[in-house]
Nanobody, 119 residues
Framework: QVQLVESGGGLVQPGGSLRLSCAAS????????MGWYRQAPGKEREVVAI???????NYADSVKGRFTISSDSAKNMVYLQMNSLKPEDTAVYFC?????????????WGQGTQVTVSS
């Protein structure tokens, strides 16, 4: 059984910063890639940033230059540093891991953490 636990959301003023963290635990053979997604009210879930096991990263155009994804493979953790936050960044943020276990390969999701950008 694999579990993902997120932390770090909250309320921040426009222009502020937040750092999200997500830790995976359980019988993990290999993490292929990790990512962050977000879902705003009334909208579909969208990808924010992805990082592969090799360290390659990709970002949504809307967050390029403001958000940074990083990982700690020894701790099975992924982070999202969010700077210059805008009201349109308000959403529930979910971490996502593509993991190989004894049962095979599948995607796992965190429980979600609320990020609200408002003055």
């Amino acid at each position: 059984q694999v579990q993902l636990v997120e932390s770090g959301g909250g309320l921040v003023q426009p222009g502020g910063s937040l750092r999200l963290s997500c830790a995976a635990s359980g019988r993990i053979f290999k993490i292929n890639y990790m990512g962050w997604y977000r879902q705003a009210p009334g909208k579909e879930r969208e990808v924010v940033a992805i990082i592969t096991s090799g360290g390659s990263t990709n970002y949504a155009d809307s967050v390029k230059g403001r958000f940074t994804i990083s990982s700690d493979s020894a701790k099975n953790m992924v982070y999202l540093q969010m700077n210059s936050l805008k009201p349109e960044d308000t959403a529930v943020y979910f971490c996502n891991f593509d993991i190989l276990t004894l049962g095979g390969r599948r995607a796992y999701w965190g429980q979600g953490t609320q990020v609200t950008v408002s003055s």
